[in-house]
């Protein structure tokens, strides 16, 4: 028996009441149109942004290499759809500074003329340096939200010889589905990418976490994995924030990752199941990742649903095509509770989107804060074993320092202590500005060390200096007393 069978719970967290699911979730998956134009961006990954290789006029194809990665930790990007290259440079970036970014945008042509591709060999045969080296040219990244490249997380497995996979297919976050709907109706392609993962990492077996509230994708996937004894379906309770990779790791198997630390240092190495769906799609049939599957949803939503959408569609144009009731009071990218407000919907949509929220006004009301009672709700439902309590107290005291030592670092902002708070206190809003000011502080500790260190240099180059002008001095008053010396001796003969 694993551990897994023997857990009856967790302690962390919380349990949305209504987590708005659905409908969303039940309704076939629909095929967005090609729309008129798309913004692909250059930076949709940890890591450099994409170098552009094609130029304003280009005719592209879809599927085409748009911009190549640069440096060990990036991934290119590649063309939704045929049309012509019409600009490279600044657009509005999905987050809530509303400040820019660059991206390539193309007017599309609707014919989708997509690039020729070869016969595929069976991943499983070739080498796994070249199977990474595939899944590097597709532009494959974590598409959890995390957005770390695929390529170099695989190298890193094998490099710490891991042993397990986890899969996570939690998708904890209220009203987002798109997880829930690749392991529903692309489950054998969630489990070949699995396997081909395996082969790439060296790891012995996968464990898939589903949370328990999703029994049609359990069975689904439970159905695809059957034919493979070391891929195993693992229900986990539903409770936020059991996406998160530490915690989806101590449940499935026990071990705690170390502060600072990554998950392959424990033997194990995550990956979400839309992951391993593209990472199919490209070893099997040559597809990068151009598209993706996004959930629409929101009480501004009139056809809430998963979409597959092109990657640099802008969300106007995805919300036109389900349709609005009302003005939305709020758009977010990703979920409610970690998601990024936008402002406004001329945002393209990134690899990392995996849904895509107009909430209405009365979704978004929140009454006043108040102040705190000291209930130590937030202690229990963080999920890190964090006294956010005791970090808010001494970020409205301005103690950044007290902050820090409280592990401030170690918050996953995923909002569990603001949810539970009775007080309704803006805690992550506080965390972030905390973690904003000591972002600053080593930023100019940085500078004042580097200006020392320029200082310390121009005073040791003067003290050189003058040393070496001393010393010549010396030479040639030596050199002058020898010559008169030699000339006096001269003289005396």
């Known amino acids: 028996m694993g551990f897994l069978d023997k857990i009856t719970g967790v302690r962390w967290g919380v349990h949305p009441h ?275 599957i996004v959930t629409v949803n929101g009480g501004a939503v009139m056809d809430p649903g998963n979409v597959l959408a092109p990657i640099g569609v802008m969300v106007e144009d995805l919300l036109a095509f389900v349709g609005l009731k009302e003005t939305p009071a709020r758009l977010v990218m990703g979920g409610p509770m970690m998601g990024a407000a936008l402002p406004h919907a001329r945002v393209p949509t990134v690899k990392g989107c995996g849904g895509i929220l107009a909430l209405s006004a009365a979704e978004i009301a929140k009454p006043e804060p108040s102040p705190c009672i000291r209930c130590g709700s937030c202690v229990s439902a963080c999920p890190m074993g964090l006294l956010p309590l005791e970090i808010a107290a001494r970020v409205k005291a301005g103690d950044y320092d007290g902050a820090d030592a409280q592990k401030l670092d170690d918050c996953l902002a995923c909002g569990c202590c603001a949810y539970v708070c009775p007080s309704h206190l803006p805690l992550v809003h506080a965390f972030y500005h905390a973690k904003g000011e000591l972002w600053k502080r080593a930023q100019q500790k940085k500078r004042n060390e580097f200006t020392k260190g320029l200082a310390q240099a121009r005073t040791a180059r003067l003290e050189r200096e003058a040393r070496e002008r001393a010393e010549a001095a010396a030479r040639r008053k030596a050199e002058r007393a020898a010559q008169q010396a030699a000339q006096a001796a001269a003289a005396a003969e």
């Open 18 to 292: 209504d987590d708005h699911k659905r409908p969303a979730a039940d309704v076939p998956l629909r095929v967005m149109p090609i729309p008129a134009t798309l913004c692909v961006p250059l930076l949709q990954h940890v890591g450099a942004p994409a170098k552009p290789v094609v130029a304003v006029g280009d005719k592209v194809l879809r599927g085409q290499l748009l911009a190549s990665a640069q440096g060990n930790v990036s991934a290119p990007v590649h063309a939704p759809t045929s049309g012509v290259v019409t600009a490279i440079g600044a657009v509005t970036a999905p987050h809530p500074s509303g400040l820019s970014f660059d991206a390539i945008s193309i007017a599309c042509d609707g014919e989708d003329l997509a690039v020729a591709t070869s016969e595929m060999p069976d991943p499983l045969s070739l080498a796994p340096d070249e199977v990474t080296r595939q899944i590097a040219a597709a532009g494959i990244v974590g598409l959890g939200g995390a957005t770390f490249p695929s390529a170099p997380k695989a190298q890193l497995g094998r490099k710490h010889a891991v042993e397990t996979l986890i899969i996570n297919g939690g998708e904890c976050e209220p009203y987002l589905s798109s997880d829930d709907c690749v392991m529903r109706a692309r489950a054998e392609e969630v489990v070949d990418g699995i396997r081909i993962l395996m082969h790439a990492t060296g790891a012995a077996s996968a464990l898939v976490g589903i949370e328990d509230n999703k029994p049609e994708a359990i069975a689904a996937m439970r159905a695809a994995a059957k034919p493979f004894d070391a891929i195993r379906i693992c229900p986990v309770p539903a409770r936020y924030p059991m996406g998160s990779d530490r915690q989806l790791v101590e449940v499935l198997t026990g071990k705690q990752v170390p502060a600072g630390a990554r998950t392959a240092t424990v033997g194990v190495l995550v990956n979400n199941v839309s992951t391993c769906a593209a990472i199919h799609r490209a070893l099997r049939h040559g597809e990068s990742l151009y598209r993706r």
